[in-house]
């Protein structure tokens, strides 16, 4: 079973409506972080997680929120999506914050 | 402030040829460096880390890169690609700065392996 599952993988949304992406590990890693993925301009950060009551904005943050649920969960909310939102969105995780990052598999989201 | 240039967006090479792939970093203090992997619907995967040991540093499937500190450089190499070597290669600076460390990526380099 996969370390880091994201869910749903695909997403069709429509410009105004609030989603959620949901993130999951099993690797006991305190440290999870939210990336979204635009050709060209590599990963960036949106938030990310130090522990369950440590969360920070990235640097891409505007239009987005997050909830850490526990130690293993961590989900994503577009609270009123848009188009330039449209993405490939990973959820990654780490022991220590100059750890290797583990990935999620990614969710595709398209925002109409 | 940290930041990480990786040179051409697409590089292709023909099986069995050189890969390099490039990649500047700027950093005021010792950073980490790392270079990961992403084929095609899955995500990043580690292919190796530089933490201040050995210069050269091996990864996976024959990869390897040299950490250059007068050349603010950590350029990814493997002898002879193959076709399986076919991915996007993302390099990545991890150093304490203002409000502590900080991972910041490339934009990314396709790499393409010709028959």
């Known amino acids: 079973d996969a370390d880091v599952t994201q869910t749903p993988r695909n997403r069709i949304t429509k410009t105004g409506k609030r989603i959620m992406l949901e993130c999951s590990q099993t690797?006991?890693?305190?440290?999870m972080y939210w990336y979204r993925q635009d050709p060209g301009l590599g990963l960036r950060l949106i938030y990310y997680?130090?522990?369950?009551?440590?969360?920070n904005k990235g640097e891409i943050s505007d239009g987005y929120s997050v909830s850490r649920q526990a130690q293993a969960k961590f989900s994503l909310s577009l609270e009123s999506a848009i188009p330039n939102q449209t993405a490939l969105y990973f959820c990654a995780t780490s022991m220590g914050v100059a750890e290797t990052q583990y990935f999620g598999p990614g969710t595709r989201l398209l925002v109409l | 402030a940290q930041s990480v240039t990786q040179l051409g967006s697409h590089v292709s090479v023909s099986e069995g040829a050189l890969v390099l792939l490039r990649c500047n970093y700027s950093s005021s203090v010792p950073p980490y460096l790392f270079w990961y992997v992403q084929y095609p619907n899955q995500g990043l995967q580690l292919l190796l880390k530089?933490?201040?040991?050995?210069?050269l540093v091996k990864g996976i499937n024959g990869f390897e890169a040299e950490f250059k500190k007068s050349e603010t450089s950590f350029h990814l190499t493997k002898p002879s690609a193959h076709m399986s070597d076919a991915a996007e290669y993302f390099c990545?600076?991890?150093?304490?700065?203002?409000?502590?460390?900080?991972?910041?990526f490339g934009a990314g380099t396709r790499l393409f392996v010709k028959a």
């Open positions: 990545a600076v991890s150093d304490r700065g203002t409000g502590g460390f900080k991972t910041i």
């Open positions: 530089y933490t201040s040991a050995a210069t």
């Open positions: 997680s130090f522990d369950v009551k440590d969360i």
């Open positions: 690797k006991g890693h305190d440290r």
